[in-house]
């Protein structure tokens, strides 16, 4: 008799054949200089079911850049730290803009229209920085982060951290604009410098599906039991994740896979199939929009093998 965990073997080990096959992979960002370094022909699946169950195929444990994927813990954390009052800094509509977009924020009076764009999680960054000094703010990221994955080699790697900071002139630009509308409430490179760092954690596709566990399972870890946030928020988290996740690709995200999901310009997302599965994939070509190329269609035909979208019966 096949059981679930089978199918489920048998579908991702498939996925990982088909994706590692593909000739079309996208482009490596290389606006980060060290981003630029990565394999494009990397590709891993690792899908973290309700039982515990871990499918994995293909490069599954190698670390890479999970940049704009750590949007989504420092969102959790912040919301932790000052609840719904993080709504004043932050809208929560999706964008419809590049993500590193800069017009939308003068028309906004400087409040970034959702913690994903860059200019949002900035804001986010520096609500997690107020009262406290960046080496601290940064410690608490990286230990939550641990704690969610259950892992605690999880580190920044300090080139990745190192060349952003050399080269990200858009969000230094983005960051010193919300100070002039007092956004920002500390020093603009303090926050600058906690937000590149926090996007230079390394983690492994294993690390990740098991660090979103909480937000497919009402808040909780369905191993342990253990609360991580209240089943309000991880709903709430996920419908920030399912209409901004993606940038202006969002829409075509949730047409195409069906689910709560994040990308980030190192090659990551973290998909969420909320009650059944916490899902990552890492395939360092991105598209147009700056989202990875294979890993939405490696999403797409497993939330179609497995029923999974959100909006199915
Ligand atoms: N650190 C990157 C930046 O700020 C994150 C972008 C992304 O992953 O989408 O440009």
């Not at 994927?69 to 919301?79: D, M, R």
């Not at 601290?136 to 060349?163: C, H, K, P, Y």
């Not at 956004?183 to 660090?211: D, S």
Request: glycine residues 10%.
């Amino acid at each position: 008799m096949t059981t679930d965990a089978d199918k489920l073997d048998s579908v991702v080990a498939a996925i990982a054949a088909e994706m590692t096959a593909r000739s079309e992979r996208g482009t490596v960002a290389d606006y980060i200089p060290e981003l630029a370094r990565v394999d494009a022909n990397s590709f891993g699946l690792v899908v973290v079911g309700a039982d515990g169950h871990v499918a994995a195929a293909g490069d599954t444990d190698v670390p890479f850049s999970v940049q704009s994927v750590s949007k989504v813990f420092t969102l959790t954390l912040a919301l932790g730290l000052v609840g719904d009052r993080l709504w004043q800094r932050v809208g929560r509509e999706p964008s419809g803009s590049p993500f590193n977009s800069i017009v939308q924020l003068e028309r906004e009076r400087g409040i970034p229209r959702n913690p994903f764009i860059n200019a949002g999680a900035i804001a986010v960054t520096d609500v997690i920085l107020s009262g406290h000094k960046p080496r601290e703010a940064l410690g608490e990221i990286v230990r939550f982060m641990r704690f969610l994955a259950d892992d605690s080699s999880i580190v920044i790697d300090d080139a990745v951290a190192a060349s952003e900071q050399r080269t990200g002139f858009r969000n230094i630009a983005l960051a010193n604009y919300m100070k002039s509308f007092g956004v920002l409430e500390n020093p603009v490179n303090y926050t600058l410098g906690v937000y590149f760092h926090h996007c230079a954690i390394a983690m492994t596709c294993r690390q990740l599906a098991m660090a979103g566990r909480f937000l497919a399972h009402d808040g909780k870890n369905p191993t342990t039991g253990l609360s991580v946030v209240s089943p309000e928020r991880a709903r709430r988290i996920n419908a920030v994740m399912l209409t901004c996740g993606h940038y202006d690709g969002s829409g075509e995200f949730a047409y195409r896979v069906g689910l709560p999901g994040k990308s980030g310009v190192g090659g990551g997302i973290m998909a969420i199939a909320p009650g059944k599965a916490s899902i990552a994939v890492w395939s360092p070509g991105l598209d147009t929009q700056g989202n990875p190329l294979v890993g939405q269609i490696a999403l797409e035909i497993l939330t179609k093998c497995m029923g999974w979208s959100i909006f199915a019966a």
